[in-house]
């Protein structure tokens, strides 16, 4: 047989075999993706073999069930890190187990019933642990969620020196916002101070300049020291200059911080003494109970809580009418009872409302126990609000500003545009005349002192957002109280504000460093040297009845 024929017959048996061998392709081919689909595997099978697999088959466990990516991979990974992850010895379920009984893995059901003796918990070694805590890293970092990431990131700060420089690189490359990114730069410039080469420590020091993070402040000062210790004075000077720059920079956000404190302990002073410089102003009356109407509206605040255990903000914002009445009705029924009988005997009133005083304290004690109460803060006023790493500022103190000056911009209102308001100044500025065009001067003097014992109570309601309430804590602000209405001016609304705001940021930003002891001694002997050549305060009320006065 020729070449040429023996190649023909050739390519005939393959012309007719070849759709059957693309058959058999085909069907070899099915076979295997179905077979590679029935053996892929959930992060609940590869979770299941960790209940009876060795340290070295755990450890390829742990990088299968990053690679599943759902959303129980991070908490259970952070629970076999800290010891906290079991199963039960019969049928092997997954449970949390910290304090309480055990919760199931997958579904969050808890288990009750369960002796120490029917779970076992999944055993770790140094190795495991060590592969853990990248992985949980690797996790956090490439999460969809950026405050996990956020997270994270910050997290490395405080052990950038055991992260893989290739994890780094990796999330940066793939990092897209902006702050997240900024975190990762300053690992990386913690990273850099490191370095055997002199060249990448000094761009260590200029990537660390500026930050306010303490890890941050804390890698540079360690760094600084080393280069004493070496006598390197080139990277010692760069990193004492960082650090000079940081130190300022707190400096400047603590002064700041103390402004916002300072303003917020205003805005209290400013509800506490708004009543008191009305009533003070328009009867002369020195209401040493005052601070118990501030404690009565705290304590309102507290018993609407109670009523409503399961709505915390819609309590609170309850109360503020409920404390004003509250508070409101006492005053007036202590004018009407004790307070009218003693007009132009002010020792006497002063005697008067100071037992009154304690007696108030006594019955709330009496009512409520002795110990100190707390109010729960809804969450829209919990949390803080932070500016930067070295500053953050809290949401109720922000409620509390803004709540005072609304609270002070309607009783402007009402003194300026109703018929109260007008006869309230008229008694204010004379009261003969006053009285002798036809205004109940008795009855402007109870409602003006219930007006002033209602926004005390108003106050107590922001108070008790700061701290405990308790039968003592009105008089924690009394004394500060007066001095805001000596200081501002009697019965003057605008004066008020300035002193109270006055007063508090000075507290403030005293405290840090004469201690709150010395800073209010030397707030009281700045308002004693003040009066003294300014009597009537900072805006003075005019009138012919205070003229005469």
Known sequence: MTAYARFSLLFLSLFFTAPLFAEDMETASAETVISDIAEEKTLQDYLAELTEAGFREKEELVLKVVETDEPETLPV?????????????????????????????????????????????????????????????????????????????????????????????????????AGIKEILLLVEGIRQLESDDSAVRLEGITALT???YPEVRG??????????????????????????KINAMLRFNSIFENLYFGLALGAVLLLAAIGLAITFGVMGVINMAHGEMIMLGAYTTYVVQQLMPANPGASLIVSIPAAFLVAGLVGVAIERGIIRHLYGRPLETLLATFGLSLILQQAVRSIFGPLNRSVVTPEWMAGTFEVNPALALTYNRLYIIIFSLLVLAMLALV???????????????????????????????????????????????ALSQLTNVGPNMGQSYIIDSFMVVVFGGVGNLWGTLVGAMSLGVVNKILEPWAGAVVAKILVLVFIILFIQKRPRGLFALKGRSVDMG
């Open 77 to 177: 990974m952070q629970a076999l890190l800290e010891g906290d992850l079991y199963y039960v010895k019969d049928g092997n379920t997954l449970v949390y187990k910290t304090s309480g009984d055990p919760v199931t893995v997958f579904g969050g059901e808890t288990m009750t019933g369960l002796g120490s003796r029917d779970i076992k918990k999944i055993s770790v070694n140094n190795s495991l642990r060590t592969l853990l805590r990248a992985q949980i890293s690797r996790v956090e970092l490439f999460s969809k969620n950026p405050q996990t990431r956020k997270t994270a990131a910050i997290n490395l700060l405080k052990s950038a020196d055991e992260l893989d420089p290739a994890l780094l690189d990796e999330a940066l490359s793939q990092e897209a916002d």
């Open 415 to 461: 003194l300026k545009r109703t018929l109260f308001g007008l006869q309230m100044r008229a008694v204010t500025m004379n009261r003969p005349m006053a009285s002798s065009m036809g205004i109940r001067t008795g009855w402007v003097d109870a409602l003006t002192f219930g007006l002033g014992s209602g926004i005390a109570g108003i106050a107590g309601v």
């Open 219 to 244: 890698a540079l000062s360690n760094f600084a020291n080393r280069a004493e210790a070496d006598g390197n004075g080139k990277e010692l000077a760069a990193a004492e200059a960082a650090l000079s």
């Open 210 to 212: 500026g930050s306010l």
